[in-house]
């Protein structure tokens, strides 16, 4: 692989996330205006290199040889979300609409070697530490772990109970004053679904789009949302994005998730792709991110791995990151709270 500067490389991409395609000429231009002295023939080394590295594809030939990013080009893109997410939605540079070439084309690594190693040690140390952990203690722990799960995954969707008021309405059956109705029934459905799916996780090794809906279907319970695919057309606060609207395309989509999950080798690959996928698609009515937070912990589940609380997640920090796939559809924002979080679980639970 050739050695290409990171400041070159990443402006080189971020250009083609502002355009459909480009030449050299134009890029080099592009990096001129940036008060950069790359020449073009450096800039013509750094497209050749990105594109062995299959972060471009290469259009035409000859004097007409024009690039355009590819799939693990967008997926790979290093963004800082914060920057990105404080631009105004019609001022962003995202995709619009759904990208029917994004999900049935991750056929790539998503994670480094060194990404990979962190979570292989985090995971060994779990496995050490649940190892012999006596019945009650493990009840305790998944007691636990259900409140923090509980309480930040509806957290995420604006629920506005405490921590310590979500311990009560779990423990106790106690709601907290001054509170609505729906948050109480919001809380109590994701220790229903969490409850489903640890009983049922061997089922998840290769779950099915009717085991998509069965989680779906107890976390909206009682919350006025209607079950199953959508028919209609869903907007996305404060994003540009607009996900399919035709339930035909959007019950194609599932199966292309699914079909890309099963033919994922890395398990930890596995739940980062169900995390991202059902948030993109959006195929029900409402839920889809906490069903997709759901499912991302059946996963894990599944393949003896720990399941995330979000605990010590910071909500807007997860809704950019989520953003940015939506509309640049780059994974590295919520990879690396995905890493960060399952070492947080690994190091504070024991399931």
Not at 6 to 27: C, P, Q, V
Not at 215 to 239: C, M, T
Not at 272 to 297: C, H, V, W
């Given at each position: 692989?050739?050695?290409?500067?990171?400041?070159?490389?990443?402006?080189?991409?971020?250009?083609?996330?502002?355009?459909?395609?480009?030449?050299?000429?134009?890029?080099?231009?592009?990096?001129?205006?940036?008060?950069?002295?790359?020449?073009?023939?450096?800039?013509?080394?750094?497209?050749?290199?990105?594109?062995?590295?299959?972060?471009l594809?290469?259009?035409?030939?000859?004097?007409?040889?024009?690039?355009?990013?590819s799939?693990?080009?967008r997926?790979?893109?290093?963004?800082?979300?914060?920057?990105?997410?404080?631009?105004?939605?019609?001022?962003?540079?995202?995709?619009?609409?759904?990208?029917?070439?994004?999900?049935?084309?991750?056929?790539?690594?998503?994670?480094?070697?060194?990404?990979?190693q962190?979570?292989?040690?985090?995971?060994?140390?779990?496995?050490?530490?649940?190892?012999?952990?006596?019945?009650?203690?493990?009840?305790?722990?998944?007691?636990?772990?259900?409140?923090?799960?509980?309480?930040?995954?509806?957290?995420?969707?604006?629920?506005?109970?405490?921590?310590?008021?979500?311990?009560?309405?779990?423990?106790?059956?106690?709601?907290?004053?001054?509170?609505?109705?729906?948050?109480?029934?919001?809380?109590?459905?994701?220790?229903?679904?969490?409850?489903?799916?640890?009983?049922?996780?061997?089922?998840?090794?290769?779950?099915?789009?009717?085991?998509?809906?069965e989680?779906?279907?107890?976390?909206?319970?009682?919350?006025?949302?209607?079950?199953?695919?959508?028919?209609?057309?869903?907007?996305?606060?404060?994003?540009r994005?607009?996900?399919?609207?035709?339930?035909?395309?959007?019950?194609?989509?599932?199966?292309?998730?699914?079909?890309?999950?099963?033919?994922?080798?890395?398990?930890?690959?596995?739940a980062?792709?169900?995390?991202?996928?059902?948030?993109?698609?959006?195929?029900?009515?409402?839920?889809?991110?906490?069903?997709?937070?759901?499912?991302?912990?059946?996963?894990?589940?599944?393949?003896?791995?720990?399941?995330?609380?979000?605990?010590?997640?910071?909500?807007?920090?997860?809704?950019?990151?989520?953003?940015?796939?939506?509309?640049i559809?780059?994974?590295?924002?919520?990879?690396?709270?995905?890493?960060?979080?399952?070492?947080?679980?690994?190091?504070?639970?024991?399931?």
């Open positions: 692989m050739q050695n290409i500067k990171i400041n070159n490389k990443e402006k080189i991409i971020d250009f083609f996330l502002r355009n459909s395609s480009g030449k050299s000429s134009e890029i080099h231009a592009f990096l001129k205006q940036q008060d950069s002295t790359v020449s073009l023939v450096t800039i013509k080394r750094s497209l050749s290199a990105l594109s062995k590295q299959g972060l594809n290469i259009l035409g030939t000859g004097p007409a040889t024009s690039y355009e990013i799939i693990k080009g997926v790979m893109a290093t963004i800082d979300p914060k920057a990105y997410c404080a631009l105004e939605p019609d001022k962003r540079y995202g995709f619009d609409n759904y990208n029917f070439n994004l999900i049935k084309n991750i056929t790539f690594n998503l994670f480094t070697e060194s990404e990979v962190r979570l292989e040690s985090a995971t060994a140390a779990y496995k050490e530490k649940i190892n012999g952990l006596s019945n009650t203690l493990h009840e305790k722990e998944l007691e636990r772990f259900v409140i923090e799960l509980s309480w930040k995954s509806s957290k995420i969707e604006g629920n506005t109970y405490t921590l310590l008021d979500t311990e009560k309405l779990i423990v106790n059956g106690i709601e907290a004053p001054n509170r609505s109705k729906k948050e109480a029934i919001m809380i109590l459905n994701h220790k229903k679904a969490f409850s489903y799916i640890y009983e049922n996780h061997v089922s998840f090794k290769n779950f099915s789009k009717k085991d998509l809906e989680v779906h279907s107890l976390l909206i319970k009682d919350l006025d949302v209607s079950r199953n695919i959508r028919e209609k057309q869903v907007g996305i606060i404060g994003s994005y607009m996900p399919l609207d035709n339930k035909y395309q959007l019950s194609e989509a599932v199966d292309d998730l699914i079909k890309c999950v099963r033919n994922t080798e890395s398990d930890y690959a596995k980062l792709i169900i995390l991202l996928g059902l948030s993109y698609i959006q195929p029900f009515e409402d839920g889809n991110k906490r069903t997709a937070r759901l499912m991302t912990n059946a996963i894990l589940l599944a393949h003896g791995l720990s399941p995330l609380s979000y605990r010590n997640v910071d909500e807007e920090d997860y809704r950019e990151a989520i953003l940015v796939f939506y509309e559809n780059s994974i590295i924002p919520i990879k690396k709270i995905f890493i960060e979080q399952y070492e947080f679980a690994t190091k504070n639970y024991s399931l």
